[in-house]
């Protein structure tokens, strides 16, 4: 097994050892030619000496040798040295894998615009027919300047090939039928894709609670609503309620207002805002449309969007002088009016009682109130010229003895009637 490895390796400089982990040992090195840094991985394990088995290793490594795409770290060579299967790919010099960078805050946009990029390289990878199946964030690398590279691209399917299990399958980022041993699918990704967006929006691994995705924004108020809905889909337990695939996620994901979860008053309708296509700052890609580019995944300048002039109000129809006024409805500090004339019976006042009982029969009854005219000319436009108002003579008062009414006061006791308690001696 050494001497294979050996032989692996020795065409490459200046190679070092890095360490071992997920079943396979890890190499870094340059090639002679163009002196590029290279990262080589080496399954120290043997293919089946069969021809099922060496098609369909010859179908994954040229798949593998066709991925070509921003987001992903490129392959420079797939191959097996006497039946010992290695992955040779660029080694990523500035940057650092996203699960050192997990415990940062990252806001919405920040997370969105992450795993629409590490998507679009899944997108593109199934386009060629290799699922990436442990998708985890010790595969998804951040560069200094912001871009995404996703590796690791046929891993897990060369393990399987020389029988070796990954310990990745075990990870909350990965597929829960992963780890009973089912293979991949593009659904599996999908749950890869959402559970590190879940991660990144709500601080922790996805939370499951009696067999439900609680939300992320459980634990996050700056998450929108709509992104809820989407995660708990893409994350479900049985792969046949999830997303189809990558390119429906991402769909679902971009659709999405990536605002903060804001309470507003509710706005009238406007009109949509005109705007202009706009091209991608890191790929090039011109008259485009949305957040995200649709070749490189990579989060679009939002263009100034052209407000639509606000339209005056029609002017009110003004009153002419020889209409009739009514008064239809009368508040504080508010008075509606309106053209006609309607009579309506309306109580201004009325007298109070200021007795009851037996006492109240000795009072006469009220005197009724006067009545006024109201016609289509004006209020009281009739009674302008006449005399005013004959009021009747109220009835005398009755004279009430209140001392006979009223019940008898106790009598006061005075100094003289009050015993006084002598101290004893």
Not at 132 to 157: M, N, Q, W, Y
Not at 173 to 197: H, M, N, Q
Request: proline share 12%; charged share 20%.
């Amino acid at each position: 097994m050494r001497d294979l490895v050996r032989q692996i390796v020795e065409g490459y400089k200046s190679v070092k050892l890095v360490g071992q982990e997920e079943g396979y040992v890890i190499f870094t090195g340059q090639e002679p030619d163009s002196q590029q840094a290279v990262s080589i991985k080496v399954l120290p394990r043997l293919l089946a000496n069969e021809p099922q088995a060496a098609r369909r290793f010859e179908a994954l490594s040229r798949a593998l040798r066709q991925l070509n795409h921003p987001n992903i770290v490129a392959v420079r060579q797939v191959g097996a040295r006497a039946g010992m299967p290695y992955v040779v790919t660029r080694a990523v010099e500035k940057g650092q894998s996203l699960s050192a960078a997990l415990d940062r805050p990252w806001t919405v946009d920040a997370a969105a615009d992450l795993v629409m990029q590490a998507g679009k390289a899944l997108e593109h990878a199934f386009n060629k027919g290799v699922v990436h199946g442990t998708l985890t964030p010790e595969s998804i690398v951040v560069e200094d300047k912001g871009r995404v590279l996703v590796a690791d691209f046929g891993l897990s399917e060369l393990m399987e090939m020389v029988g070796a299990r990954s310990q990745r399958e075990s990870s909350p980022f990965v597929a829960p039928e992963r780890a009973s041993g089912k293979p991949a699918t593009p659904r599996s990704d999908v749950y890869s894709l959402a559970a590190i967006l879940y991660r990144l929006l709500a601080g922790r691994p996805p939370q499951v609670v009696k067999g439900e995705v609680l939300p992320p924004s459980r634990f996050n108020r700056e998450v929108p609503a709509g992104i809820d809905p989407l995660l708990v889909r893409a994350l479900a337990t049985n792969p046949a309620d999830r997303f189809p695939d990558v390119k429906t996620f991402l769909a679902a994901l971009g659709s999405v207002t990536l605002a903060p979860r804001v309470q507003q008053a509710p706005q009238a309708p406007q009109a949509a805002p005109e705007t202009a296509g706009v091209t991608c700052s890191r790929c090039g890609t011109p008259n485009q449309t949305g957040r995200f580019c649709r070749k490189c995944g990579a989060q679009l300048p939002q263009p100034t969007a052209r407000v639509p002039e606000r339209r005056q109000p029609p002017p009110r129809a003004e009153s002419k002088l020889d209409e009739p006024i009514q008064i239809t409805r009368i508040e504080v500090g508010y008075v509606e009016v309106g053209k006609g004339v309607e009579l309506r019976e309306t109580v201004i006042a009325q007298p109070m009682p200021v007795a009851t009982g037996a006492i109240s029969a000795g009072f006469p009854e009220p005197l009724p109130m006067p009545q006024l005219k109201v016609t289509a000319s004006g209020l009281f436009a009739a009674d302008v010229d006449q005399p005013p108002i004959a009021m009747p003579e109220p009835p005398p008062m009755p004279v009430i003895d209140w001392a006979e009414i009223a019940p008898p006061m106790p009598e006061v006791p005075t100094i003289e009637d009050i015993p006084i308690e002598r101290e004893r001696p």
